[in-house]
């Protein structure tokens, strides 16, 4: 029944933007942390931002200062505004959602930037 529907990848230009979204649907206690993280090609998927309910957030080195994080709890919603895209910012990029108990993974989404 819980399902995160994530929108907003594409193919993009470098120096380009996107903005992800996740919308967790279903039944949840109280939503703690949500976060993206991203697998490029033949790599480990990492963390790429995190906020807390509070709204805290964190940054992976290599995207702080272009990418924004944020979330509107009442639509337990969490978006990634990316900005000054690059090549090595492909990949495919996953939501992650932290319940209680149990954490929720999306579907992930394609983002291509071109040179």
């Known amino acids: 029944q819980v399902q995160l529907v994530e929108s907003g990848g594409g193919l993009v230009q470098a120096g380009g933007s996107l903005r992800l979204s996740c919308a967790a649907s279903g039944t949840f206690y109280s939503i703690n942390t949500m976060a993206w993280h991203r697998q490029a090609p033949g790599k480990q998927r990492e963390l790429v931002a995190t906020i807390t309910r509070g709204g805290s957030t964190n940054f992976a080195a290599s995207v702080k200062g272009r990418f924004t994080i944020s979330r509107d709890n009442g639509k337990n919603t969490v978006y990634l505004q990316m900005n000054s895209l690059r090549p090595e910012d492909t990949g495919v990029y996953y939501c992650?959602?932290?319940?209680?108990?149990?954490?929720?993974w999306g579907q992930g989404t394609q983002v291509t930037v071109s040179s």
């Open positions: 992650y959602v932290v319940d209680v108990i149990t954490a929720y």
